[in-house]
């Protein structure tokens, strides 16, 4: 029997290439308008402004994205808009699952670990998304549902409550957003580290690994 009865993910970055996708959106709506961004521009710009947002008052998040491109394109001298500024949630059902994803989701849910998703967004956006999955997730924690954002605990505070005393493991991407807030409640996690970062902070995951794949095997390795 596995250590672990229940895996929660985060979905943006983890699961779903939110870069990839973001990156899509913007370049297409800039040039359209005859502006030319780069990607890294795009990503360092978005790293910026996203937490300075999500730091107010609660909004959908919606209206995050939407205050995202207003904010990019004001900060990259891309004249855009406001009422255009739906663009970019409009295209978050799109962004594509990683190449890992759906695969090792299926192999999870066969070896008999329930599934969940903390995540940064709004109900609707997700159900756009969830239609990319090929496995169902018997939790979904949202930013809508607990009116918080991570890095803040609401999201690790509700699920705990939801799952209980099962084994739980957090698999995330994020350092910022999800190992860092994980690991101060103790909640066991293993960073799904994609981009090969370094630890920005004392926070110290169970493991780190660079893909899905590597997860199923540093978990076939910690069994009960």
């Given at each position: 029997m596995p250590a672990f009865d229940i895996i929660t993910f985060d979905c943006y970055g983890t699961l779903i290439d939110w870069e990839g996708g973001i990156n899509a959106a913007v370049i297409a709506a800039a040039e359209?308008?005859?502006v030319t961004l780069g990607r890294d521009e795009i990503l360092r710009v978005h790293a910026e402004v996203e937490p300075e947002i999500q730091a107010g008052a609660f909004r959908p998040y919606r209206e995050v994205l939407?205050?995202?491109?207003?904010?990019?394109?004001?900060?990259?001298?891309?004249?855009?808009?406001?009422?255009?500024?739906g663009f970019l949630p409009a295209s978050l059902p799109g962004w594509p699952p990683?190449?890992?994803?759906?695969?090792?989701?299926?192999?999870?849910?066969?070896a008999g670990y329930?599934?969940?998703?903390?995540?940064?967004?709004?109900?609707?956006?997700?159900?756009?998304t969830l239609e990319q999955f090929t496995v169902e997730f018997d939790l979904l924690v949202t930013a809508e549902r607990?009116?918080?954002?991570?890095?803040a605990p609401p999201h690790f505070l509700v699920a705990r409550v939801e799952i209980g005393?099962?084994?739980?493991?957090h698999a995330a991407q994020s350092y910022f957003h999800d190992?860092?807030?994980?690991?101060?409640l103790d909640v066991p996690t293993v960073w799904v580290n994609r981009k090969h970062e370094s630890p920005s902070g004392d926070a110290r995951p169970l493991a780190d690994v660079s893909d899905?794949?590597?997860l199923v095997t540093w978990l076939s390795r910690n069994k009960s």
């Open positions: 359209a308008a005859g939407e205050q995202v491109a207003l904010a990019l394109a004001e900060r990259l001298g891309w004249p855009l808009d406001p009422d255009s500024a990683f190449p890992d994803t759906n695969r090792v989701l299926e192999m999870l849910s066969a329930r599934l969940g998703i903390l995540s940064n967004i709004d109900e609707d956006l997700l159900a756009g607990v009116r918080s954002y991570k890095p005393d099962a084994g739980w493991l190992v860092e807030p994980a690991v101060a899905l794949y590597e």
